[in-house]
């Protein structure tokens, strides 16, 4: 019973579920397409090319074996269709690849929490209490960091800034693919 476990292991994995008609979940060799983008502007008259609906989440499963419970988080970063959307005369590859850098950037805090979980001592007895407090500041971060992102390049229109940011976030995109291959 987990009353008389004495250890905790973790294991947090990102195992990549198939899209569904209105899910896109996030593969670094699946970029965002036109084609995703099935839902209408909410304000036609809006100032903004476009919109991109990311979030991420995570289900957690254990079991004990002994003292030991072994628990094994799934990461899901992932991009609904039907709530994101571009105008049409919008459509080209540099407001796409805007729209692409939020979807990296979800997938970066996503990544973020995992290695937070990581490196934490997770208490047998709370948990769930932790991993849940890391994942709403995480979450948090995820809002702080897509608001900074369109601040700073005025939603795209800054080109220097949209370049300084494209070039970070490849980095850092480069950076975790290389270490989740080691």
């Known amino acids: 019973t987990p009353k008389l476990a004495k250890n905790l292991v973790l294991r947090v994995v990102e195992i990549p579920a198939k899209d569904t008609q209105d899910t896109v979940f996030y593969r670094s060799n699946r970029k965002l397409l036109w084609e995703d983008f099935r839902g209408s502007a909410s304000n036609p008259t809006s100032r ?57 950037i979800t997938r970066l805090v996503a990544h973020g929490f995992r290695e937070k979980l990581e490196s934490m001592e997770l208490s047998v007895d709370d948990y769930d209490s932790q991993i849940q407090y890391e994942f709403i500041e995480n979450f948090r971060s995820m809002n702080q960091m897509q608001k900074k992102y369109d601040g700073e390049t005025e939603h795209g229109l800054r080109t220097n800034e949209q370049a300084r940011w494209d070039g970070y976030i490849t980095a850092e995109m480069e950076r975790i693919n290389r270490k989740s291959m080691d």
Do not use: C
Not at 65 to 83: P, Y
């Open 48 to 104: 903004f090319a476009a919109a991109v609906y990311t979030s991420w989440g995570y289900e957690g499963s254990s079991i004990i074996n002994g003292q030991t419970i072994e628990l094994t988080i799934n990461l899901r970063v992932f991009m609904v269709k039907s709530m994101s959307w571009a105008k049409p005369t919008s459509q080209n590859d540099y407001t796409l690849r805007h729209e692409q850098l939020h979807f990296d």
